[in-house]
């Protein structure tokens, strides 16, 4: 069974900086790939990073680009989202989601796999 956990979501102010780590397991990912969305109430799901985890190539939505830094760990099957000059518009719950090799790295309905989430909130 494949399974992707989420951690290191929080509360935290305006300009500060976050880490989120996705642990994957169940199955092999190396020729997956895996991406981070997020959701804010009321809103639809929305693409901020991925990485293919063979060739280790990164993509960013505009929003986060240069604020955020997509990295994988291979040995431990674990992706981490480095999250730096937060604002409170980047509030949301924040999944991760494996997507098979020739996915559409932006689009959520190419991802097989996901997480329960974890909620960041950045207050101003």
């Known amino acids: 069974q494949v399974q992707l956990v989420e951690s290191g979501g929080g509360l935290v102010q305006a300009g500060g900086s976050l880490r989120l780590s996705c642990a994957a397991s169940g199955r092999t990912f190396s020729s997956y790939g895996m991406g981070w969305f997020r959701q804010a109430p009321g809103k639809e799901r929305e693409f901020v990073a991925a990485?293919?985890?063979?060739?280790?190539?990164?993509f960013y939505a505009d929003s986060v680009k240069g604020r955020f830094t997509i990295s994988r760990d291979n040995a431990k099957n674990t992706v981490h989202l480095q999250m730096n000059n937060l604002k409170p518009e980047d509030t949301a719950v924040y999944h991760c989601a494996a997507r098979p090799y020739g996915g559409r790295y932006y689009s959520s309905a190419d991802y097989d796999y996901w997480g329960q989430g974890t909620q960041v909130t950045v207050s101003s």
């Open positions: 990485i293919n985890w063979s060739s280790g190539s990164t």
